[in-house]
């Protein structure tokens, strides 16, 4: 089949009845839920970019082995020109949705691409994954499927291990063994945009101890598998408020669920690992998916950034806030954090390194401290926009007043910026900073920077732990140690 368009993604979406729960009731028809029709449209465009000239040749390239084009998210990286032809197709798709969906098909692409790429690793432990994984990242490639993940125990209680919840199915495990599969039972969280994609593939971010033997497991199955209820959260939009007044929320809802699977049966060929404490908690830093997907987050998150430093400075321009220095001083911070992140890209893209099976890897460290900043530099942009929009963030028309011809001539008089702006310009940037900055849109927005990649507070003591496990301090040991000369750093 090759590369998708829009409509064909939106017939693959009326075809399937996942048993997506929201606000109380199960959605007979996703795509005449208000909540759901517009972020589809959002998935749809990206599709049909991959079709049009302008985005072709980024968006897309031609699969060696099949010699169609498929998304350029599934070239596995040899070499500096794939990283940078998947780091072009990272950003073309980030600016579509400013950064503000994280989890676009791209996202999970370059997971299972990376899966695949290092299918040596499940081949130690069993033949059948190594093969189901590479078959499945043809599925998805050649099919162009958009895939949602699972990864997360729900918090339950999060001090004991998942054989010793409550309930021995609190947390996704396996319940039995069948000739045609595995049935599976319990739940996982954070599936992002489940109700709008195809299928979702489940592992785990590593925990395992001894005893999780059940919970040990990573699988795909289609969103409409029997079993699988699909719970939404409550949504940040109605699908139905005006893209004047929140152009944001009205457009880029990203619903996430809580994924319940009531003994779904998992078929043999779509189980990639199972029953392997070891190798489940080995799958995340030895498949390339701690490095991988984290480029495109990182390209997301750059343009998110840029997005919204963009739009403080929007803000603090337009009421001429931005002649006071302190304003000045908290904005060119903003803007020297995108640049950070920035930079830390391209040297991350730069200073990559081939792995022994031929792969091409970002520089980790920079990466990790680029998913390490991000926690912080995104809530303090955030932050800076509300103290600078300060009440005006909460004084403004909406759409039904502007259109009141009794009401807009007070309007116009009172709710203009500084010379130059009126009222229309200035209440467009700042319903634009609301939406990032007060509702529940925005919050969501900043607890996806915060949280996405896990806990920021146990991934940095990580980070500090192995960067302490693998450099020797050289300068600081070399001064106590009162050397003459200060040695050169070993090149690898
Ligand atoms: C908007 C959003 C979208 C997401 N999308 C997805 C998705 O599509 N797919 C997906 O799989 N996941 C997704 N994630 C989930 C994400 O992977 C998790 O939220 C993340 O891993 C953090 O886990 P948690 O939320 O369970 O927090 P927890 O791990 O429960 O942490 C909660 C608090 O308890 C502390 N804590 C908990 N356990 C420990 C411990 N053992 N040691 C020390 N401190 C501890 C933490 O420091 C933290 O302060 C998403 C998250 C968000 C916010
Ligand atoms: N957040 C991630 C995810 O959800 C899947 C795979 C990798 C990551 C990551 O940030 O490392």
Same mark, same amino acid.
């Given at each position: 089949?090759?590369?998708?368009?829009?409509?064909?993604?939106?017939?693959?979406?009326?075809?399937?009845?996942?048993?997506?729960?929201?606000?109380?009731?199960?959605?007979? $028809?996703?795509? /005449?839920?208000?909540?759901? =029709?517009?972020?589809?449209?959002?998935?749809?465009?990206?599709?049909?970019?991959?079709?049009?000239?302008?985005?072709?040749?980024?968006?897309?390239?031609?699969?060696?082995? @099949?010699?169609?084009?498929?998304?350029?998210?599934?070239?596995?990286?040899?070499?500096?020109?794939?990283?940078? #032809?998947?780091? =072009?197709?990272?950003?073309?798709?980030?600016? +579509?949705?400013?950064?503000?969906?994280?989890?676009?098909?791209?996202?999970?692409?370059?997971?299972?691409?990376?899966?695949?790429?290092?299918?040596?690793?499940?081949? #130690?432990?069993?033949?059948?994954?190594?093969? $189901?994984?590479? %078959?499945?990242?043809?599925?998805?490639?050649?099919?162009?499927?958009?895939? @949602?993940?699972?990864?997360? %125990?729900?918090?339950?209680?999060?001090?004991?291990?998942?054989?010793?919840?409550? /309930? !021995?199915?609190?947390?996704?495990?396996?319940?039995?063994?069948?000739?045609?599969?595995?049935?599976?039972?319990?739940?996982?969280?954070?599936?992002?945009?489940?109700?709008?994609?195809?299928?979702?593939?489940?592992?785990?971010?590593?925990?395992? &101890?001894?005893?999780?033997?059940?919970?040990?497991?990573?699988?795909?199955?289609?969103?409409?598998? #029997?079993?699988? #209820?699909?719970?939404?959260? *409550?949504?940040?939009?109605?699908?139905?408020?005006?893209?004047?007044?929140?152009?944001?929320?009205?457009?880029?809802?990203?619903?996430?669920?809580?994924?319940?699977?009531?003994?779904?049966?998992?078929?043999?060929?779509?189980?990639?690992?199972?029953?392997?404490?070891?190798?489940?908690?080995?799958?995340?830093?030895?498949?390339?998916?701690? *490095?991988?997907? &984290?480029? +495109?987050?990182?390209?997301?998150?750059?343009? !998110?950034?840029?997005?919204?430093?963009?739009?403080?400075?929007?803000?603090?321009?337009?009421?001429?806030?931005?002649?006071?220095?302190?304003?000045?001083?908290?904005?060119?911070?903003?803007? +020297?954090?995108?640049?950070?992140?920035?930079?830390?890209?391209? @040297?991350?893209?730069?200073?990559?390194?081939?792995? *022994?099976?031929?792969?091409?890897?970002?520089?980790?460290?920079?990466?990790?401290?680029?998913?390490?900043?991000?926690? /912080?530099?995104?809530?303090?942009?955030?932050?800076?926009? +509300?103290?600078?929009?300060?009440?005006?963030?909460?004084?403004?028309?909406?759409?039904?007043?502007?259109?009141?011809?009794?009401?807009?001539?007070?309007?116009?008089?009172?709710?203009?910026?500084?010379?130059?702006?009126?009222?229309?310009?200035?209440?467009?940037?700042?319903?634009?900073?609301? /939406?990032?900055?007060?509702?529940?849109?925005?919050?969501?927005?900043?607890?996806?920077?915060?949280?996405?990649?896990?806990?920021?507070?146990? =991934?940095?003591?990580?980070?500090?732990?192995?960067?302490?496990?693998?450099?020797?301090?050289?300068?600081?040991?070399?001064?106590?140690?009162?050397?003459?000369?200060?040695? *050169?750093?070993?090149? $690898?």
């Amino acid at each position: 089949m090759g590369i998708r368009t829009g409509a064909q993604y939106i017939e693959a979406l009326k075809s399937r009845k996942p048993e997506v729960w929201l606000n109380g009731k199960i959605v007979e $028809n996703i795509l /005449d839920e208000p909540y759901f =029709k517009q972020p589809a449209q959002e998935i749809a465009k990206l599709y049909d970019m991959q079709h049009d000239p302008v985005y072709q040749d980024d968006l897309t390239v031609v699969c060696e082995e @099949t010699g169609e084009r498929m998304a350029t998210s599934f070239l596995m990286p040899h070499n500096y020109e794939d990283i940078m #032809k998947r780091s =072009k197709a990272f950003e073309v798709v980030a600016r +579509q949705t400013f950064g503000l969906m994280g989890r676009t098909p791209d996202f999970l692409n370059t997971v299972v691409t990376s899966l695949a790429q290092n299918s040596w690793f499940l081949r #130690k432990y069993n033949e059948d994954w190594a093969t $189901n994984i590479e %078959n499945y990242y043809k599925h998805l490639r050649d099919n162009d499927i958009f895939l @949602t993940h699972a990864i997360v %125990n729900p918090q339950n209680d999060r001090s004991k291990n998942s054989h010793e919840q409550a /309930d !021995k199915y609190t947390h996704l495990g396996v319940v039995e063994e069948r000739p045609e599969g595995i049935i599976v039972r319990g739940a996982k969280m954070l599936a992002t945009l489940a109700a709008l994609t195809d299928e979702v593939i489940v592992y785990s971010f590593p925990g395992f &101890a001894p005893g999780d033997e059940r919970y040990a497991l990573a699988f795909a199955v289609p969103v409409d598998v #029997k079993g699988l #209820k699909i719970i939404c959260r *409550e949504p940040v939009q109605d699908g139905t408020r005006s893209t004047f007044d929140h152009p944001l929320a009205s457009r880029y809802e990203e619903m996430d669920a809580l994924l319940v699977f009531e003994d779904v049966l998992v078929p043999w060929d779509k189980v990639f690992l199972y029953n392997n404490v070891e190798a489940a908690n080995l799958l995340y830093p030895m498949t390339g998916i701690a *490095e991988q997907p &984290a480029h +495109q987050s990182g390209v997301r998150g750059y343009i !998110k950034l840029k997005f919204a430093v963009e739009v403080a400075c929007k803000v603090a321009d337009s009421i001429g806030a931005d002649q006071y220095l302190h304003v000045q001083r908290d904005l060119g911070e903003l803007i +020297q954090n995108t640049e950070v992140i920035r930079s830390l890209l391209r @040297t991350a893209e730069h200073e990559y390194t081939i792995t *022994e099976y031929g792969e091409a890897r970002l520089n980790p460290v920079v990466l990790e401290t680029i998913r390490g900043m991000m926690p /912080d530099m995104y809530p303090r942009t955030i932050e800076v926009m +509300q103290t600078i929009g300060a009440g005006g963030l909460l004084m403004m028309p909406t759409e039904a007043d502007f259109l009141s011809d009794e009401l807009r001539p007070t309007i116009d008089r009172h709710y203009g910026g500084r010379a130059g702006i009126d009222a229309e310009a200035r209440m467009k940037i700042f319903k634009l900073a609301w /939406d990032l900055c007060g509702e529940a849109f925005g919050m969501r927005a900043l607890q996806y920077e915060r949280y996405y990649t896990g806990d920021p507070i146990r =991934k940095r003591a990580i980070f500090y732990n192995k960067y302490k496990k693998e450099n020797a301090l050289d300068l600081a040991e070399a001064i106590l140690a009162k050397e003459d000369t200060i040695k *050169e750093p070993q090149t $690898n």
